[in-house]
């Protein structure tokens, strides 16, 4: 895993500024400990910082097919490259490595943009055709690896991280409050929106073309629809098949010249992980995080996994120092994100580094096999809507009201799913309501918001899909996965230095899993029920057979008692970062509230500190003079 960034100039005859290329390779070492490189000349500079993984002693980015013309700076891991080193060494390429980044240059030069479409793997890179003055940047299908863009004067930047793309293209940050919205009704900027005017972040499935000061982002791959031609029920065929093809999917995986390790958290699809692992002839590492709190600790259902395949098993508490974890969140996260859970990572991440360098994950399984609560609650309110059809609409208000009256918020909750079942799935992502969040901002701001467009983004996408519980999949697989669970995995192990895989947002199994009909899905109730079926005689009963729980900590409790002084100093204090957008009144009401013990707003709170976190240490402190000598490694031109 590493860091990229790169600046390209329209006229082709200034050069970059070096210093600024250095500072932006430096603010990514966490990314590539192992090593730093610049390249320079008229029209282009590229940046680059190495977490070596394979072929450790010839890796050395930005690298150049042999006669020159085409360089590369490169970000994740290429799983199929013996094939296509093979292809492209039969052809005549003259390949000197044994690295997955030297086949990007050569695919480029025999494919063009097309060369995508050959990659399986988690990617984002950047291909200089010196030649031509052109530059090509792709990310992969899912978006497991981050790319950032920015336009000015007539020059492209791109790096890995924002705060690397403020360094490279020499800017201070302005911030934009349309961002800020979306950011509080979903808890994640969506793409491609950048909390930064003037950057955008580019999507998973994209690829972008430069030259002559022009940038054309066109989007070579999307999750697949979903619910194709089979019948009947799955045979025991079709469930062998699955276990090949996951069982592939991880062995793809595995190659490392580094320790290995995966986050094992007690649920079906890092278990199923750590299974195939095992099956490999691998004796993983595994970490998992527990909790002191009721509720929120999983670490006996790790437990349980790790003694069935006799892995070498940590296990920590998160409960610790979460003053020490949110401080590490604030500097780990160069976009605002709300995703508690994050907090988590970090400290599983923490507890990894210096045991391994590699770590996979179950991430994306969900995703795949459905395994959300809220896809079966649409899933059988569209069953109660047939059943009772025109009364329909007409019960769920009242099953809401009434819900909400006797405190009963499941009946609440299924109201609402009954009497508009995407309405109440898509208010189910928010974490404030569109109106809601547009009422905390000044009002000389809230003036120019655009306040709907999270709900017209999520029913565009929605349209284009079928109104099937299936379809949900492809809206998460759209935004919620990339924007929020893929880029918190990505910040909280290269905070410390690791590369995390996920075997389970493999493009060509999800295709594949695309065919199944609804009910090898979810069936059942509790959701991924094929998987459950194709590991049964593998995993435990009581991991199979336990509920979907959710990843989370008690965050609640932290805000009101570990974290309470950095809310008050950050959120509600006089000289808060958030009233330059914010009414002071409207969120000191808000957390007032929450500290008067109403729970129903810890996550509006929480998006409120997350939020005071990252621009308070972005936007007030003083950016850092980053020394190039530092790094130990020279320019090249």
């Known amino acids: 895993m590493c860091g990229i960034a790169g600046a390209v100039l329209e006229d082709g005859i200034g050069t970059p500024d070096e210093a600024a290329l250095w500072s932006a390779a430096r603010s990514m070492t966490h990314r590539g400990p192992d090593g730093a490189e610049v390249w320079s000349e008229p029209g282009a500079g590229l940046a680059h910082t190495r977490l070596a993984i394979i072929d450790r002693a010839h890796g050395v980015q930005p690298m150049f097919t042999a006669d020159g013309r085409y360089g590369v700076v490169f970000n994740g891991e290429i ?35 097309d060369m995508v479409h050959r990659l399986r793997g988690m990617f984002a890179f950047a291909v200089y055709d010196r030649r031509e003055r052109s530059l090509f940047l792709a990310r992969d299908r899912f978006g497991k690896k981050p790319l950032a863009l920015a336009q000015r004067d007539g020059a492209l930047f791109f790096a890995s991280t924002l705060d690397a793309l403020v360094e490279v293209a020499g800017v201070e940050p302005q911030v934009d409050p349309q961002s800020l919205l979306e950011y509080l009704v979903m808890q994640y900027v969506p793409s491609p929106r950048s909390p930064y005017a003037g950057t955008r972040k580019m999507g998973p499935g994209q690829c972008a073309e430069w030259k002559d000061g022009q940038l054309h982002v066109t989007t070579y791959w999307e999750p697949p629809a979903r619910g194709g031609e089979r019948r009947g029920e799955p045979t025991p065929a079709d469930l062998l098949d699955l276990r090949h093809r996951v069982a592939d999917s991880v062995g793809a995986r595995l190659e490392s010249e580094v320790p290995m390790g995966i986050f094992l958290s007690g649920g079906i699809d890092s278990s199923v992980v750590v299974a195939e692992a095992r099956g490999a002839g691998i004796r993983p590492v595994t970490f998992s995080v527990g909790f002191r709190s009721a509720g929120y600790d999983e670490s006996s259902h790790a437990r349980v996994v790790a003694d069935r395949f006799d892995t070498d098993h940590t296990e920590l508490s998160a409960d610790d120092d979460p003053g020490g974890l949110f401080d590490a969140f604030v500097a780990a996260y160069d976009e605002p994100l709300a995703d508690a859970s994050a907090l988590a990572t970090l400290a599983v991440a923490k507890a990894a580094h210096g045991q ?98 999270p709900v017209r983004r999520l029913d565009g996408l929605w349209d284009e899909g079928s109104s099937a519980a299936s379809g949900l999949l492809r809206v998460d697989q759209r935004t919620y996965l990339p924007d929020d669970l893929l880029l918190k995995m990505d910040r909280a192990t290269m905070a410390f230095s690791l590369e995390a895989r996920s075997p389970l947002l493999d493009h060509e199994l999800a295709s594949h899993v695309a065919t199944f009909p609804d009910r090898w899905l979810f069936e059942g ?21 336990r509920p979907k729980h959710a990843f989370s900590v008690p965050i609640h409790l932290w805000m009101r008692g570990e974290l309470r002084s950095r809310l008050d100093a950050l959120v509600t204090a006089e000289d808060s970062v958030l009233f330059e957008w914010f009414d002071p009144l409207a969120v000191r009401r808000l957390v007032t509230a929450f500290l008067a013990g109403d729970d129903g707003r810890k996550a509006r709170v929480w998006n409120l500190l997350a939020l005071a976190g990252w621009a308070a240490h972005r936007l007030r402190a003083p950016r850092p003079n980053h020394d190039p000598t530092s790094l130990q490694r020279s320019s090249r031109r």
């Open 79 to 113: 799983y199929n490259h013996h094939q296509l080193r093979r292809e492209l060494e039969a052809a005549g390429c003259p390949l000197r490595t044994r690295c997955d980044t030297e086949i990007l240059p050569y695919l480029y030069e025999r494919h063009g943009k």
């Open 356 to 453: 391994v360098t590699v770590v996979l994950t179950g991430d994306g399984g969900d995703e795949t096999f459905g395994g959300y609560a809220r896809y079966h609650l649409y899933r059988r309110a569209r069953a109660w809507r047939s059943r009772f059809g025109p009364l329909a609409p007409l019960m769920g208000p009242a099953a809401s009201v009434a819900g909400r009256l006797a405190g009963r918020s499941r009946l609440s909750t299924g109201g609402r799913f009954l009497e508009d079942p995407w309405r109440a799935y898509r208010s189910n992502l928010f974490h404030f309501d569109p109106l809601e969040a547009a009422s905390l901002f000044r009002t000389e701001v809230a003036s120019g918001l655009d306040v709907m467009a």
């Open 525 to 545: 109730g509790r959701g991924k029920r094929i998987l459950r079926e194709a590991y049964r005689d593998v995993l435990p009963a009581q991991i199979l057979d």
